[in-house]
Structures are given as C-alpha cells and as structure tokens.
C-alpha cells in the first residue's frame, strides 16, 4: 500500500533500497539520534533489516514504509509502526536522511502515518520517543499533531551511554482536534 502526501511518496521497502538505507542511515548523526540503528553500518545489514521488516510485515506486526520523493521518486528515509500485541495502539519510528534534515518532511511523513493508523487501521493510541538530545524529533511529533505525555530518565542505552527519552502520544480524537484552541 501506498500513502501520497503532498511532496511524498510512502511506499514499501524493497531490497533495492538497501544501498540508500546503508548510506543515509550509515550517517554518524542520523544513527546517534535513533535507538536502533547501529554505527557503523555495515555491508549486509540493510538487506538483513529489510528482510527482517518483511517478516514482522507478513506476520501483523509492522507496518513500514520507505519515505521517497514524490516528484523523482529518490529515498529519503523510513518510518514504520510497530503494533502492539492487542494491534490496537502502536509505535511510531522514523529517519530522514541527513541530507533531507529541516524541509519538513519527517512532520509529513509522520502525519501521513498517524492519520493512516487512525483511518484505515483502526487503532486507538499512536505513541513514539525520542532523546532528550535530540528536541528536533520532539518539534517533528508536536508538528505531526503528538502530545508530550512524559520523560523516562536513563532509560536506554546508546553506544554506551544511557539516554533519556521524551514520550509522545496521540489518540484519534486529539489528532482530529489539534488545531482546536479551546482547551479540554
């Protein structure tokens, strides 16, 4: 399935996408904003990802998409979410290639996906986190129509060190309402 905003394209990951994921996601500052992707990345891991995507795709568990450009069709990321076990609420992750960073398309592709979990998958609850260290990612979520719910201190670890995490959500109703000035 495919998911058209206004400058984007989001579509399935494809193995072909792999020497873009390796060189975009390989990115020392795009893998130290993430708590998955590892650095350095290495030949063979996009490809292992990308498979290991499919699987968690076939089983019910993942929905993921490559983030490309609508008008040439050139990779900029990915964003997924990963559904809970009851497959009523689910977590949000995403990268935008260095490259790409302040054009405003994370918010777009964020948005997309939001509005795609809430209309054609039903679900009750998007959540996602970033790092503290990384408040870009937060301005994304808050852009995308996502509340600030909490702080988990010292929560994972990245490269050895312990990160702490801002949490976000968002349920059908606030992401409807988030241009509404009146208060609950």
């Given at each position: 399935?495919?998911?058209?905003?206004?400058?984007?394209?989001?579509?399935?990951?494809?193995?072909?996408?792999?020497?873009?994921?390796?060189?975009?996601?390989?990115?020392?500052?795009?893998?130290?904003?993430?708590?998955?992707?590892?650095?350095?990345?290495?030949?063979?891991?996009?490809?292992?990802?990308?498979?290991?995507?499919?699987?968690?795709?076939?089983?019910?568990?993942?929905?993921?998409?490559?983030?490309?450009?609508?008008?040439?069709?050139?990779?900029?990321?990915?964003?997924?979410?990963?559904?809970?076990?009851?497959?009523?609420?689910?977590?949000?992750?995403?990268?935008?290639?260095?490259?790409?960073?302040?054009?405003?398309?994370?918010?777009?592709?964020?948005?997309?996906?939001?509005?795609?979990?809430?209309?054609?998958?039903?679900?009750?609850?998007?959540?996602?986190?970033?790092?503290?260290?990384?408040?870009?990612?937060?301005?994304?979520?808050?852009?995308?129509?996502?509340?600030?719910?909490?702080?988990?201190?010292?929560?994972?670890?990245?490269?050895?060190?312990?990160?702490d995490?801002?949490?976000?959500?968002?349920?059908?109703?606030?992401?409807e309402n988030?241009?509404?000035?009146?208060?609950?």
């Open positions: 399935m495919n998911i058209r905003t206004k400058r984007l394209l989001l579509r399935p990951l494809k193995l072909s996408d792999a020497p873009d994921i390796q060189r975009l996601a390989g990115d020392r500052d795009v893998a130290s904003t993430t708590r998955n992707i590892e650095h350095p990345y290495e030949d063979g891991m996009a490809e292992n990802w990308i498979k290991s995507c499919q699987e968690k795709i076939d089983a019910g568990d993942l929905v993921n998409f490559a983030v490309a450009h609508q008008a040439d069709g050139s990779f900029l990321g990915v964003i997924g979410l990963h559904l809970d076990e009851d497959k009523r609420s689910g977590e949000l992750g995403y990268w935008i290639g260095k490259p790409f960073w302040n054009q405003g398309y994370a918010t777009e592709a964020v948005e997309a996906v939001i509005k795609h979990s809430f209309n054609k998958l039903e679900l009750d609850r998007v959540y996602a986190a970033h790092f503290t260290r990384n408040p870009s990612s937060g301005r994304v979520m808050q852009k995308a129509g996502m509340l600030h719910e909490g702080f988990l201190k010292g929560h994972t670890e990245k490269c050895g060190k312990l990160e995490l801002e949490l976000y959500g968002v349920t059908p109703e606030q992401f988030r241009g509404s000035t009146s208060s609950p």
